[in-house]
Nanobody
């Protein structure tokens, strides 16, 4: 059974930090490009960051560049998102998922976790 399980979300004040983790099982994690996707209140799915299978090339949404860092540990089947200098606009449910086109991202394709809530508020 394929599973992606996120953790690390929570309530944090603006300017704070969180580290999201995602553990994968049931598929060959190391050969998949992966991504973190955010669903903010009242908005659609938005790819925040992605990373190639070998951990090489990465992508960041413009609004998170310089603040977020994606990484992975293929030996442990883990995906991470370090989020610093958090802003209220970063609030939302964060999902880890196997990568797909950023322009047409849909939960009907690939593997997805259940999501973890991030709330940035004072």
């Amino acid at each position: 059974e394929v599973q992606l399980v996120e953790s690390g979300g929570g309530l944090v004040q603006p300017g704070g930090s969180l580290r999201l983790s995602c553990v994968a099982s049931g598929f060959s994690f190391s050969v998949y490009d992966m991504m973190w996707v955010r669903r903010a209140p009242g908005k659609g799915l938005e790819v925040v960051s992605s990373i190639m299978s070998g951990g090489g090339r990465t992508y960041y949404l413009d609004s998170v560049k310089g603040r977020f860092t994606i990484s992975r540990d293929n030996a442990k089947n883990m995906l991470y998102l370090q989020m610093n200098s958090l802003e209220t606009e970063d609030s939302g449910v964060y999902f880890c998922a196997t990568e797909q086109s950023r322009l047409t991202v849909t939960m009907n394709r690939g593997y997805w976790g259940q999501g973890t809530q991030v709330t940035v508020s004072s």
